[in-house]
Structure formats: C-alpha cells, structure tokens
C-alpha cells in the first residue's frame, strides 16, 4: 500500500531518470528542427508535409521533429500518475523549457499576427477595425494569409502588450523575443500559483505541476510557439488562487476578479471560469444572500478590468466583434466543425451542398451555454450538500472551471494544438484519472510541423469522419453507463441544499 502523496510506483529512480534525460533530448532535437524548418520568417508559406521533405533539410527537419515530439510526450506520459517529487516536477520542466527558450517560433506562426497587431496600435491604428494589410504591417509577409485581412482576436490588454513589445523589441526578432519573454512570464506566475491551489484541492504538487508545467504542448506551443494563452492562464489561476486563499473578503475578491478581468482581457475564452470562482468566493454557508455579495464583488473586479483597460486602450469593446473572426478556418479538429464536414460529405454524395458547418457550430455554441449552466448549478448544489463548504467550495470550483474549459474547447468552432492547455492545469487539480486528458494533450502536440503547417488541414475528411465517430462512440458509453447507474439516492442534506435559502 502506498501512502498519501508518495511517488507513484512507476516513479523509481532508473524511470524517473530516463524522464527527464529523454525528454530533455526531445526539446533539444525539436529547438534544431525549428533552426533547420521552424516558423522562420523567411519561411515559404503554404507549405505541404511533401513540399516540406523536398526542401534541403527537409528530411532532417522532419524527423527530428518526430523523434522529438514522440520523446517529449513519452517521456511526460511515463510520469503521468506524478513525478517523484514537486521540485523534481519543476526542475525537469524547466530543463525542458531551456532549449526551447532559444528556438525559432515553433508549431505556429500566431507570433507575427501577435506583432503587427502590436505594430499596428503603436502607430495609432485600431487593429479592431484595421487588419494588419491594410495598416501596412512592415512584417506582413511573416502573417499566416488567413489571418492578414481578420481583425485582432484578442482583447486590449494583449494588444497593449503586444505593442510595449514592438516599442521594446523595436525590429521584428526583438518583437519575438519580447513575445516569448511576455509568455513565459505567464506560465512563471501560473507556476507560482500552482502549490497553493494543489492544496486546496488535495492533490500532491508534484502531480499538479508535472501535468501542468512539464507538458509538451505547453512547451512547444507557449513557449516556443509564445503564444498569449500562458499570459491568460498565468492571470487566472493567480486570480482563482487569491479568491481560494481569501474568499468573503470584498478587497480580495476585488483583487481576484481584476486578475480574472485582465485574463479575459487577453484571451476571452477565460470568461467561462469566473462563475465558478464566484462559489469558492464564498466564505461560510453558501446561500443567495452570500453569493449576491461575495461574488458580486468579484465580479465587480471583473467589470472594472473589463471597462478600465477597454477605455485606456481607446479601443473600446471593439475586441468582441474580432471574436466571430476567429471561426474562419475549418478543421475536423474541432468536433462540431467535423461532424457538419461529414454532413456536407454526405450531402455532396446525394447530389446537395447542406452546408451545414455553420449550422452545426451554432448548435454547438448553444449547446455549450447549456452545459455551462448545467456544470455550475450542479457545482452550487454540490457545495450547499456539503457540510464543510470550507474545504469543499474551491475544489468543487477548481472542478467545475476545469469541466467548463473542457466543455469550451470541445464545443468551440475551432481547435488548435495550443487551445489543449486552457483546461490542462484545472484538470491536473482535480481530475481522479489522468489518461483522459493526457492522451488528448500529447496528440495535440503532433497535429503542427516546426514551420505551422496543420496537419489536419491534409487529412479533411478522413480526419472529420473518424472524429465524428468517435464523438457517436463516447456517447453511446456515456449513454450506457448512464443506464447502468444505479437510481440516485438524494441524502437529507442534500435534500436541504435543493431549497434556495
């Protein structure tokens, strides 16, 4: 029998030690792979899997990039139940980290949209209303296609970032580096934050941060890739930490909710987590009076970063109409997307274009509503059943954002490799299996070659079949399982937390 908190069986020394030592070998083959065909800036763009393998280093660039991808992932996997130790977990993943601090941008070229956004506000254009073409972006020629002619995404405060990085980087490599040194930033404070929410929810550090730090899609996609989803996550779990550290305190929960404020402001996708920070905000019994005012004041911080950083950037709330921009790619990736793909597959094969993925997305962002607010009434009723609300209210909270990110991710219209770290640290805090996740996060990792290229953009409809029929498969077991459970048995507590007061 193995006690609480003591390294998994598989964590013996010789395992542990090959961990780190492997993955570190798959950092360094992915940091040459990138110097050889990584998202350069001169790199050609629209490239193919075939057009890679023909270029000079074509075939050296893609097998390091395969031995080193599967290594990293190997070795993250290996570890999955914890690494030995928290230091241990956190030492490995900066080991890993370092050669990629060095390498060219890697997996994606959302670093240069980053930069002529960044570019375009610092000389007085509203990258909301003016894509990075038409500003007249000195870098353009780095910008995916897709993304020249789509205003910014992303909200003011990232692009108050993104503009303090071309005033410090002044030329397009300085940019970059500012770009990385901004992401790394974040995951350092997500780092920070995660010993103290591992606490609260009861789980050993080493877990969490091995799962959360040491994961390759992290290392690849934030911070070689320097995207700004680790400044959003590095601001919301500091401002989940101080909303679990400090709940019933209004100038706390101001605070909390500022954080979580500028992490929307950076990635809106942060939004879905701060209901269920407005549970763990509660101090004592959980009932409407209490959440009225404890998460009102956090969500009074929340409106506050919102209207401050919108009004100082002189942007406004132009940022939201860039959201509906984000959809225009299609990728089976994203399982809405691919089960209107195979519709459409279908429809052609009668004679007919249905047209159905703009249809089947909006389904799929109604859906996701739904299930947002189904996740959080269970998780208010799971806290008011509970007779310690105090050690209860943050995990059932930490759970309940984790669930809701998954359901974002899952329901949203587009996926990419790097949207796997959204739900990634929430899940390392409280999910009892990890496989569930962990399989689906180190996929992620080789769906991009060094240089960008998708490679789900090569495999469109066998790629949309075999995730819809994967998505018929889940629910069919998720159906059957239902059936084998046995009739709920509601306890007279929980009878009691069914009323409102």
Known sequence: ????????????????????????????????????????????????????????????????WLIGTALLVGAWWSLRAGAPSGRWAYVTAGLWALPLLVAPPLGSRDVYSYACQGWTYAHGVDPYAVPVAAAGC??????????????????????????????????LTGTVVALRVIAVAGLLLAAYCLPGLARAAGVPTRRAAWLAL??????????AGAHNDAAMLGLLLCGLLVVIRRPGR????????????????????????APFAALAAVHGRH?????????????????????????????????????????????WTSPPTAVGLVVDYAGALAGRDPRAVPVVRGIALLLLAIVLVVLWLRAWRAVRASGDPALTGPRVALRGAALALVATVVLSPVFHPWYATWPLALLALTATRTTGFVLPAGAATFLALPDGTNLARFTKAPGAVAMTALLLFLLLRIRQNGLKRPPRRWSAAQDRARTWW
């Open 138 to 171: 000195p870098w353009l020629e780095t910008v995916a296609p897709i993304w020249r002619n789509t205003p910014a995404p992303y909200g003011p405060v990232f692009v108050l970032l993104a503009a303090l990085a071309v005033g410090v980087g002044g030329g």
């Open 1 to 64: 029998m193995t006690t609480p908190g003591a390294p998994p069986p598989l964590s013996g020394p010789s395992v542990t030690r090959f961990a780190r030592y492997a993955g570190l070998v798959g950092a360094i083959l992915l940091t040459v792979a990138g110097y050889l065909g990584g998202a350069l800036p001169d790199a050609p763009l629209g490239a193919t899997p075939a057009s890679i393998w023909r270029a000079p280093h074509g075939p050296a660039t893609l097998t390091c």
């Open 214 to 223: 040491a994961a390759p899609v992290v290392g690849v996609h934030l911070v």
């Open 287 to 331: 009932t409407v009076r209490a959440l009225l005012r404890d998460g009102g004041a956090l969500a009074g911080g929340l409106l506050a970063a919102l209207l401050v950083t919108s009004a100082l950037s002189g942007l406004g709330f132009g940022w939201v109409g860039g959201l509906t921009r984000s959809g225009d790619s299609e990728q």
């Open 250 to 273: 209004p100038a706390a929960l101001l605070l909390a909710g500022l954080l979580l404020g500028l992490a929307v402001t950076v990635k809106a996708t942060a939004v879905v987590v």
